[in-house]
């Protein structure tokens, strides 16, 4: 499976950005996605997770209520809408499938295919 993750930018503070991820297997409608984030010189962190049928989703408190995760099994696709950036939200961003796990999970290790990342950089 390939993930091929996209939408990443330059947005000044309390702007918006629209992530997706395209996974290349048709397995991806079976399993739960996540997004990860990691920052410089930190470790990669949870921001976001949804299950299977895109019915239940989990968050990071840094992030909750301005993120929102959504998928398209139709499409093989797994989005993340990004609003009220802060500078504190710039970092690579890692879409990440498990084939094993339907609902969402929070840890990496739980994850089994990663996308090569999309950089987000917010301007204060």
């Known amino acids: 499976v390939q993930l091929q993750a996209s939408g990443g930018g330059l947005v000044q503070a309390g702007g918006s950005l629209r992530l997706s991820c395209r996974a290349s297997?048709?397995?991806?409608?079976?399993?739960?996605m996540g997004w990860f984030r990691q920052a410089p010189g930190k470790e990669r962190e949870f921001a976001a997770a949804?299950?299977?049928?895109?019915?239940?989703?989990s968050y990071a408190d840094s992030v909750k209520g301005r993120f929102a995760i959504s998928r398209d099994n139709t499409k093989n696709t797994v989005y993340l809408q990004m609003n009220s950036l802060r500078p504190e939200d710039t970092a690579v961003y890692y879409c990440?499938?498990?084939?094993?796990?339907?609902?969402?999970?929070?840890?990496?290790?739980?994850?089994?295919?990663w996308g090569q990342g999309t950089q987000v950089t917010v301007s204060s």
């Open positions: 949804i299950d299977r049928t895109g019915g239940t989703t």
């Open positions: 990440a499938l498990s084939v094993v796990h339907t609902m969402p999970v929070l840890t990496t290790d739980m994850y089994d295919y």
């Open positions: 297997s048709r397995a991806f409608t079976i399993y739960a």
